[in-house]
């Protein structure tokens, strides 16, 4: 059975039609073409697929679209762009944290909501933000260490 779901997807108003029980992971992919946000577990268990949903990282592959109607939604594409990078993007670009950059996503959702609430978080309240973000890579210490480059930044940024 499908319906017409409402929501704000990277700040645009969107109307999907699906079935209300879909995963939003699927129809961000595949209907709205926002393939950044990746399929990892299928079971909140590894990060991969994170998004914001009204500020707080959620597990996309575990969200239905019915529980979304209303509420807005961003993205990894909704963070930056090339031409305008997130401080967070920059960051593991200069710390080199991409290995094969699949978790990354996700991780970048979770850090951003972390950052929104915590300008200056130390390595502790890092590791603590994405206890749920999985990086099979290994890449956790060069990731923390871009976490709060980019938390250094944006306290710069803000006093300019
Ligand atoms: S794919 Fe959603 S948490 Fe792993
Ligand atoms: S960089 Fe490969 S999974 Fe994290």
């Not at 239905?64 to 509420?71: E, N, Q, T």
């Not at 915590?118 to 749920?132: C, Q, S």
Request: charged fraction near 20%; aromatic fraction near 4%; charge should be negative.
């Amino acid at each position: 059975m499908s319906d017409t779901i409402q929501l704000t997807v990277n700040g645009g108003s969107r109307s999907i039609n699906c079935d209300p029980s879909s995963p939003l992971l699927y129809v961000l992919r595949e209907q709205c073409g926002l393939t950044g946000t990746h399929f990892g577990c299928g079971l909140n268990q590894c990060g991969a697929c994170f998004v914001l949903v009204d500020g707080q990282p959620l597990a996309s592959c575990d969200t239905p679209m019915w529980s979304v109607a209303g509420k807005s939604v961003v993205t990894v594409e909704g963070l930056g762009s090339p031409g305008k990078p997130h401080p967070l993007q920059t960051a593991l670009i200069e710390e080199q944290a991409l290995q094969c950059g699949y978790c990354i996503s996700g991780i970048q959702i979770s850090a951003a909501a972390l950052l929104e609430k915590n300008p200056d978080p130390t390595d502790k309240d890092v590791r603590e933000a994405l206890d749920g973000n999985l990086c099979r890579c290994g890449a956790h210490n060069r990731i923390v260490r871009a976490v709060r480059r980019a938390a250094e930044a944006m306290r710069e940024g803000a006093k300019a």
